[in-house]
C-alpha cells in the first residue's frame, strides 16, 4: 500500500523518490493519489500557496518535467473513470430537477438535516472525497478556464470508448439525456414557441434521440471508425439545431414574454443538450474533444456537490430564472438609452431637455401640494399621483429621465458579456465598451435634465410671485429646500440611496409587468373579448389593445415609482422614522425654487455650490445605486460571477486610460479595447 501523505520534502519529491507506478486497476490508491495531488493545488494561509491558479499551473509544469508523475495522475484518473458509476453524475448533478419549486425546497432542507446515503461506487461520491471541503467549489472556479483547459490537455486526457464498461456507462447516460431532450421539446411551454417551419415536423427536440439510437447501434455492433464519425456529426449537427431553436424561444422573450416555467425549461434543456454534446464527443472515436466543455461541466460537477443541499444556493438559482425573463424585458428596453454615434448622443441631450421641461412642473406642483394642511397620508396620495402623471407624460413624450435609465441599461450590459454566446467565457472587451457607452449616456441625460431643470424651475418660481404676489417658499422653508440638498448638513446622500433602491424596484415591475401582458397574450384577448368587442369599432378596439400590449409594463412601473417617492417623505410623519428620498431633478428643483426664495443674492456663492455639488451627488448615488442592483440581478440570472474574471478590471482600466474621452461623449471613430 503506497502512501500519499505530504512530508516535508513534497509530495512531488515524495513521488519521484519513491519511482513507484501506480496500478490503473486499484481505485482506492488511485483515489489517494488524487486527494494529495489537489491537495497541492488548494490555497492555503501560506504565503507559496496562496493562489490557486499559481499553484496548478505549478503542478503543470511537473506534469510535464516528470513523466512518472504524469502516468501516475493518468492512472488514478483511469482507476475512477473505468470502476465508478458514471451516469447520476453526467444526467443528473448540476442539472435542475423537473419538478416545483416546493418540492424542490422541502427536499432540500430534508437532505440538510438527514443526507442521503451515497453509492461509494459512485463518481459523484468520488467527487465528495476528492474535494473534501465544502467551500473548494470556490478555489476551482478563481482558477481561470483556460488553466484548467491546460491542465487536462497536460494530462493528455481523453476517452478510449470503444470497448468495456466505460463505453456502457457513456451510452446508457447519452439515452437517458436524449430521451429527457425530446420529451422536454415536446412541453407547450416549447412546441407553442416554434417556428412555424418546424411545428409542422417533428422537431430537432425529437430528431436527435433518433441520432442517438443510430450512434449506439454503430458502437455496440463496433463498426468501422468513419460510419461512428459519420453518425456523431449528424448527432452534433441535430444538437446545434436545438440550441438555435432554444435561441429562438429567447429572442422571442421581447416579443412574446415568457413563464417562469418556460425559463424553467429552457435552463435544463441546455444543461442536458451540453452534457450530449460531451457525450458524442467522448464516443465517436474522431480524436478530438472539446476541453473547455469538460472544464464547464467538471466545474458545475464540483460546485454542485459542494451546495446541493444548499437553500441559499437553491432561492438564489429560482430567482435567477425569472431575473431572467424581466431582464430580456427591461434589456430589450434599454438599448434606447445607450448611444453609438453622435447623433444618438444629442438626441439624448434633446431628450432629457424634454424631460427637464416636465420635471420642473413636477416640482412646482409638489411643492404647492405642500402648502396644504393635510394629513400625512392624503397628502402622500396626492404627493405620489403628481409625481406619477409626470413620469407618464415623461414616458408618453418619449422624452428622457436621466434616473430611470440605470435599471434599463444594466440588463443591456449584463447581455453583452452572455456567455451563451462565448463558449462559457463571457465577452469582457464588449463589457467595457458597452460600459464606455453606458456612462456617456448617463452623462448626457444628466446634462441634458440639469441644464433646464435648475433656470426653468426658477423661472417659474419667479412668475408664480409676479402672478400671485408671493413666493412658492421663503424664509426658512426656502432655506430647508436647500439645506436638504446639502451633502453634509443634511442626510442626502443617504436618502439618495433609498432612491436608487426605489428606482431598481420599479424598474423590475415594470419588467415583470411587460413579461406577463406578452405572456398571457393580452392583446390578442382584448380584441377577441366578447363585450369590448361589441362596444367598440375593430379599429378603435385594435388601438387600444396594440396601446395596453406596448405600455402596460412602462405605466404600471412609473405608478410605482411615483408612489414609492410620493410616499417616502411622509413616512417619517407616518411611522416616525427618520426616511426620506432625494431624486437628482427633484432636488435640483427644489433647491432652485430655494434659491428664487431667499434671494440668490443673499447666499453665500460657496454654500449654493456645495448645494449643487450635493445634487449632483445625489444623482451619481441614484444612478450608482439603481445600476448596481440592476446589473447584479441581470448578471446573476445569466449563471456569470464576475468574481472568477478579475481581468475584466484591467480591461476597463486600460480601455479608459487609452480613450478616457469615450467615457464622456462618443468619437468620430470606433475604439476598441486592447
Known amino acids: 500500500m503506497l502512501g500519499f501523505r505530504r512530508k516535508k520534502t513534497g509530495f512531488f519529491e515524495n513521488i519521484l523518490e519513491r519511482n513507484v507506478l501506480l496500478p490503473a486497476e486499484d481505485s482506492k490508491q488511485g483515489m489517494d493519489f488524487l486527494v494529495a495531488f489537489l491537495g497541492e493545488i488548494r490555497p492555503d494561509h501560506t504565503k507559496k500557496k496562496k493562489n490557486p491558479d499559481v499553484n496548478l499551473q505549478s503542478a503543470i509544469r511537473q506534469l510535464y518535467e516528470h513523466k512518472l508523475i504524469l ?35 422541502f427536499s432540500r432542507i430534508r437532505h440538510k438535516i438527514l443526507p442521503p446515503l451515497q453509492d461509494e461506487n459512485d463518481l459523484l461520491y468520488v467527487l465528495n472525497v476528492i474535494f473534501h471541503k465544502k467551500n473548494d467549489y470556490e478555489w476551482i472556479e478563481a482558477i481561470p478556464r483556460k488553466t484548467w483547459i491546460h491542465f487536462f490537455e497536460a494530462i493528455g486526457f481523453s476517452f478510449n470508448a470503444r470497448e468495456g464498461s466505460l463505453k456502457e456507462e457513456l451510452l446508457r447516460s447519452l439515452k437517458i439525456l436524449s430521451f429527457q431532450v425530446a420529451q ?7 412546441l407553442d414557441y416554434l417556428p412555424e417551419n418546424v411545428k409542422d415536423r417533428n422537431s430537432p427536440f425529437v430528431l436527435q434521440n433518433y441520432k442517438v439510437h443510430e450512434l449506439e447501434s454503430l458502437l455496440l455492433w463496433n463498426e468501422e471508425k468513419e460510419a461512428i464519425i459519420s453518425a456523431s456529426v449528424h448527432l452534433k449537427n441535430m444538437i446545434d439545431q436545438c440550441y438555435e431553436l432554444i435561441e ?149 413624450t418619449k422624452s428622457t429621465l436621466a434616473t430611470k435609465q440605470p ?183 427644489n433647491a432652485a425654487i430655494g434659491t428664487y426664495g431667499i434671494g440668490i443674492e443673499h447666499i453665500d456663492p460657496w454654500y449654493l455650490l456645495t448645494v449643487f455639488w450635493g445634487v449632483i451627488g445625489i444623482g451619481f448615488i441614484n444612478f450608482l445605486v439603481s445600476f448596481s442592483l440592476a446589473f447584479i440581478v441581470a448578471v446573476k440570472s445569466r449563471g456569470i460571477h464576475l468574481s472568477q474574471y478579475p481581468q475584466f478590471f484591467r480591461i476597463l482600466w486600460k480601455y479608459f486610460r487609452r480613450f478616457p474621452m469615450d467615457f464622456i461623449r462618443p468619437s468620430a471613430r470606433v475604439h476598441e479595447p486592447e
Open 407 to 589: 435599471a434599463f441599461t444594466a440588463s443591456v450590459v449584463a447581455r453583452s458579456l452572455d456567455s451563451r454566446t462565448m463558449e462559457g467565457e463571457p465577452d469582457l472587451n464588449n463589457l467595457a465598451v458597452t460600459i464606455a457607452r453606458v456612462s456617456r449616456s448617463q452623462i448626457a441625460s444628466f446634462f441634458g435634465n440639469l441644464i433646464i431643470v435648475f433656470p426653468l424651475t426658477y423661472c417659474l418660481a419667479w412668475g408664480f410671485d409676479l402672478l400671485f404676489g408671493y413666493k412658492l417658499s421663503e424664509g426658512d422653508a426656502a432655506a430647508k429646500l436647500l439645506r436638504d440638498q446639502h451633502p453634509w448638513q443634511s442626510f442626502a446622500l443617504l436618502y439618495a440611496c433609498f432612491t436608487g433602491v426605489f428606482l431598481f424596484l420599479s424598474g423590475i415591475i415594470a419588467g415583470y409587468v411587460q413579461n406577463k401582458i406578452q405572456y398571457g397574450h393580452i392583446r390578442k384577448r382584448l380584441i377577441k373579448h366578447p363585450a369590448l368587442h361589441l362596444s367598440m369599432s375593430p379599429k378603435r378596439l385594435e388601438k387600444l389593445a396594440s396601446y395596453i400590449e406596448k405600455h402596460s409594463g412602462a405605466i404600471i412601473g412609473n405608478i410605482a415609482l411615483g408612489f414609492f417617492l410620493g410616499f417616502a417623505g411622509v413616512m417619517v410623519k407616518i411611522i416616525g422614522i427618520p426616511f426620506d428620498i432625494r431624486h437628482i431633478t427633484i432636488a435640483a428643483g
Open 71 to 105: 502516468a501516475n495522475l493518468q492512472h488514478a484518473f483511469l482507476s475512477q473513470l473505468t470502476q465508478a458509476k458514471l451516469t447520476a453524475a453526467l444526467t443528473q448533478s448540476g442539472i435542475p430537477l423537473a419538478r416545483n419549486f416546493w418540492q424542490e425546497f
Open 248 to 396: 429562438h424561444i429567447r429572442e422571442g422573450y421581447s416579443e412574446k414574454g415568457a413563464s417562469l416555467h418556460q425559463t424553467y425549461i429552457l435552463l435544463i434543456l441546455t444543461n442536458r443538450l451540453e452534457r450530449i454534446q460531451l457525450l458524442a464527443d467522448a464516443l465517436d472515436t474522431d480524436g478530438k474533444f472539446d476541453m473547455g466543455r469538460l472544464v464547464d461541466i467538471f466545474r458545475l460537477l464540483v460546485r454542485n456537490e459542494k451546495r446541493k443541499n444548499s437553500i441559499r444556493e437553491f432561492l438564489s438559482q429560482s430567482t435567477g430564472y425569472l431575473a431572467y425573463q424581466i431582464a430580456e424585458h427591461k434589456g430589450a428596453k434599454g438599448h434606447k438609452y445607450i448611444t453609438s454615434t453622435r447623433t444618438e448622443y444629442w438626441w439624448m441631450i434633446h431628450s432629457a431637455m424634454w424631460g427637464g421641461f416636465i420635471v420642473s412642473f413636477i416640482a412646482v406642483f409638489k411643492n404647492l401640494l405642500g402648502k396644504l394642511q393635510m394629513a400625512p397620508f392624503p397628502l402622500g396620495f396626492l404627493y405620489s399621483v403628481n409625481y406619477s402623471i409626470g413620469f407618464i407624460l415623461i414616458e408618453e
Open 184 to 190: 422536454l421539446g415536446l412541453e407547450k411551454e416549447v
